[in-house]
């Protein structure tokens, strides 16, 4: 048997720290992102590159999921991370057949993350043989051949076909369509792991998954909260917006347990005038909640608006609103008014000093929206989280009128675009309806595997056949160690990428990789120049075009390899034209359109430059739920103190990184340069433990009487609430538990997990 490290590298790449930045962009983030591009791919072609990035007609940037603006500023619509994603993609480096040659399998699961990502852009169809130790090329013919025969051969409930959200609508619309019509619906994606606690939560409470506010509404907003989400390094070009509604006289409060720079101050680098000045202060307030304090939090928000209430009758609640529009607020209020309040403080870590001018601002407010991220959805009360942010809207009345609002804040560029296509274990009767009609086939009908529930499978040797569309499945789950043995058990894995990552040196028993374009790059379907689309996290359906020459000749589209293996696997029938639909896009979105709700017109609307909104029921205050209502709900003070363990630990983002792609190794807003492998702890508490600033460390982490593993962190000392530590994903998903998820969305608690700093024994 093949031996290959399944685990992260360990090896230590030299901690060096500067003082954490208290202002995000400015002209230092133009620097960095001018030297990630130069480095890539030559400076020149670098900035004529980003000339075209997240302009009408140009390329999508698969940064973030954030909407662009209509007033573009005329040269670039991009931010230092953007950049970095695009120079990530666009490098010139190449993983040939020569470099499979050159590296075993198992030599190459020996780099870090860093290295592996480093090397380049895939440029042929590779193929694992079983027992052996290299990759060696194999034709596409070949390789889609071996899919397809193999699928034929296992029952269609043996195959998983993951997707991670960078997929475009096209794609993911003729992904989901072929494995239906194979027979199964185990497609987990990037979502299960991400805002699926958003999804699950918005629908019941207000009908739809996704957001309700649009970039406009962000402008005109009297406060926004953003909680749990980190958006100057993750969401950059939202800080612009935020300024804006700032200079409309809005208001921002950052919930959220580390100060994050780009809530203090930002410097907007293309304002010269904003440069000079320093740049302005974002967040009015800063509530630094201990980790998963926010319901605690929430609850005595939403308690100060009822007393607001009380003493300024008509005022402060939107009682219209809630006797037109929603059901179950006097149940609802009970339950708020039976609060602990002394154990909610203690719980969220805040003073009520601390609380009173939120609240006031609250209270004196009628157009609030609340954006989130990880730090909300990623709890063991994920969805309870995201229903108590819905609570205070809708006491408010801030749902469906301008300026007010859900606002989920989406990760990958496409991710909510996928969801809208079909990509999703639990698809609704209504749409699997539809997909049957038009295309004549017959859908299963009984759910699929989320990516918890593959892993599990997977690890029952339930699974013969895994196919990752996009993403690094071994690197982003939980429990690397268990994940990759469940990937081990499968006869064949498959992964269709750009770039090479760990997902393709811990495979199944056969593996293959098959090289794909990225967005940046053009895509010629029978001599024409095609586009594809996506949708951003405000519904925003727009066009994406790559406009450079592909990495290399034997780079196929997305589109082209699901409709290569549903040629062979599904066959073509007068509803299932592959081969149409491979060679001309428009007549896949011809599909979409008749199939999907929203769609219509398709192919004129989505050549508008702006793009075209989709429907959204809560944005007009039709809300889709059973009873027609907003849906008021009581939910428990979660624990927050760790049970198990000593502290609870959150795995986030560094400012160099895109989940597992590793840009560099600076977290430089953070001021933590050369390293990964640390954990910001509380001054005290390192005290307390007697360890040193700097010092090595183990972490162990605990659930349920298990313990997992993880050598050799530096600490470093930083301002996060006692208790409370962080650590950087994916180093530290080998101490995720996979069977510590949310309630109902079954999304890892990657924001929770319990865990012990042990000092190294000498
Ligand atoms: N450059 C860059 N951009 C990205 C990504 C990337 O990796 N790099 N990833 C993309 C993806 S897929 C996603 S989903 C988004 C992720 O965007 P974020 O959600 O901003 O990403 P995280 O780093 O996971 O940050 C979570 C934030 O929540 C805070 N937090 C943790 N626990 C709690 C809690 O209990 N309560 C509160 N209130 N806060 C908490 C953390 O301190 C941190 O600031 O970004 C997208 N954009
Ligand atoms: N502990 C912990 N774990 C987490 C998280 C966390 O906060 N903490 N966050 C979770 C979240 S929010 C998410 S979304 C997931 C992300 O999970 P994934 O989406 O699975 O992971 P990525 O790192 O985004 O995937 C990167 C790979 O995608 C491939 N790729 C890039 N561009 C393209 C393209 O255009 N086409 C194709 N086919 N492939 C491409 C490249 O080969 C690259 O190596 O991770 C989750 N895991
Ligand atoms: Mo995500």
């Known amino acids: 048997m093949r031996k290959v490290r399944i685990l992260p590298s360990e090896n230590l790449t030299g901690l060096k720290q500067t003082a954490p930045s208290h202002k995000a962009a400015g002209m230092k983030g133009v620097t960095v992102a001018m030297k990630h591009l130069s480095q890539e791919l030559g400076l020149w072609d670098g900035l004529r590159l980003m000339a075209k990035v997240n302009q009408p007609g140009g390329v999508d940037c698969p940064g973030c999921a954030w909407p662009d603006p209509e007033q573009r500023s005329r040269l670039f619509e991009y931010c230092e991370n953007g ?8 490098t010139r480096k190449r993983v040939d057949a020569v470099f499979f040659a050159q590296h075993s399998v198992q030599e190459l699961s020996t780099w870090s993350d860093y290295e592996i990502g480093k090397s380049g852009r895939i440029t042929e169809p590779m193929y694992l043989a079983p027992d052996s130790s290299h990759y060696t090329p194999v034709s596409w013919d070949e390789a889609l051949g071996m899919i397809a025969s193999h699928l034929k051969g296992i029952t269609p409930e043996k195959a998983v076909f993951y997707t991670s959200g960078r997929t475009s609508n096209e794609t993911a619309y003729l992904y989901q369509l072929m494995v239906r019509a194979y027979g199964t619906n185990n497609m987990p994606d990037c979502s299960n792991m991400c805002h699926e606690s958003s999804g699950v939560g918005l629908s019941e409470t207000v009908g739809i998954g996704k957001g309700s506010v649009t970039l406009q ?17 993750n969401h950059p070009r939202m800080l612009s917006a935020l300024q804006k509604c700032k200079v409309n006289g809005g208001k921002i409060i950052h919930v959220n347990p580390l100060p994050e720079v780009g809530t203090e101050r930002f410097v907007d680098p293309q304002s010269p005038l904003d440069i000079l000045k320093g740049g302005a202060k974002i967040a009015d307030h800063w509530l630094p909640v201990r980790i998963n304090g926010d319901i605690a939090l929430f609850k005595l928000l939403m308690l100060g608006l009822l007393e607001a209430e009380e003493r300024n009758p008509g005022h402060v609640l939107d009682r219209e609103f809630i006797e037109q529009h929603t059901e179950g607020f006097d149940r609802f209020r009970q339950a708020l008014l039976q609060t602990d309040k002394a154990q909610a403080l203690k719980d969220c870590g805040l003073t009520e000093a601390e609380l009173k001018p939120v609240i006031e601002a609250l209270a004196e407010k009628r157009k609030i929206i609340i954006c989130w991220a990880m730090g909300i959805t990623q709890q063991r009360n994920g969805v309870q989280n995201v229903r108590e942010i819905v609570n205070l ?6 749902i469906g009128k301008p300026g007010a609002g859900t606002c989920p804040v989406r990760g990958h560029s496409n991710v909510q675009g996928d969801r809208t296509m079909g990509i999703y274990e ?8 539809a997909l049957d009609r038009h295309h004549q086939i017959d859908s299963p009908k009984e759910y699929g595997f989320d990516t918890v529930e593959a892993i599990e499978a997977m690890n029952q040797g339930e699974v013969s056949f895994f196919m990752g569309m996009g993403g690094n499945f071994i690197s982003a789950t939980p ?7 469940a990937m081990q058990k499968c006869d064949l894995t498959v992964q269709v990428s750009t770039k090479l990552n760990r997902s393709h040196l811990v495979t199944g028993k056969k593996a293959l990789i098959l090289p794909c374009l990225g967005r940046t790059e053009q895509d010629v379907q029978n001599g024409k120049m095609q586009f594809q689309t996506v949708e951003n996290s405000m519904g925003v359906v727009h066009r994406t075009k790559g406009s450079i020459a592909p990495a290399s000749a034997h780079l196929k589209s997305e589109v082209s390899i699901v409709c290569g293996i549903a040629r062979l696997l599904i066959g073509e029938t007068a509803a299932l034209q592959w081969s149409m639909w491979e060679h001309d896009y428009d007549k896949i979105r011809e599909q979409i ?7 219509d017109d398709f192919n004129r609307r989505v050549r508008n430059p702006q793009g075209f909104l989709l429907p959204n029921g809560a944005r007009e205050r039709q809300f889709n739920t059973p009873n027609a209502k907003a849906n008021f709900s009581v939910n428990e003070l979660p624990p927050v103190d760790p049970q198990e363990a000593r502290f609870v630990m959150m795995t986030i983002r560094s400012h160099d990184q895109y989940n597992t792609t590793i840009y560099g190794l600076n977290d430089r807003y953070r001021g933590v340069i050369n390293e990964r492998r640390v954990v910001l702890m509380n001054k005290e508490d390192m005290q307390q433990l007697g360890i040193k600033e700097r010092e090595l460390v183990d972490l162990e982490s605990i659930f349920k009487g298990e313990r ?21 994903f994916p180093e ?6 996979l069977k510590s998820t949310a309630k109902w969305s079954n999304t890892p608690s990657s924001k929770f997990v319990e865990v012990n700093i042990l000092k190294k024994s000498i």
């Not at 809207?393 to 801030?398: E, V």
């Not at 429990?479 to 043995?485: A, K, N, S, V, Y």
């Not at 997992?708 to 950087?728: E, G, K, L, Q, W």
């Open 426 to 433: 639990k698809p609704a009767a209504s749409f699997l309806d």
């Open 479 to 485: 429990d690397t160690q268990l994940t990759g043995e």
């Open 708 to 728: 997992r593993h993880a050598p050799s962190f530096h600490a470093v000392p930083y301002n996060i609430p006692r208790f409370c530590v962080a650590t950087y």
């Open 393 to 398: 809207l809708l006491m408010k009345g801030s």
């Open 732 to 737: 530290a998903n080998p101490l995720v538990p």
């Open 217 to 233: 509404d962000i402008y005109e907003a009297e406060v926004i909260m953003v909680v749990g989400q980190n958006p100057g390094t």
């Open 593 to 599: 359109e008749a199939v999907i709700p929203g769609f």
């Open 83 to 90: 950049a970095k994603a695009i120079a990530e993609e666009a």
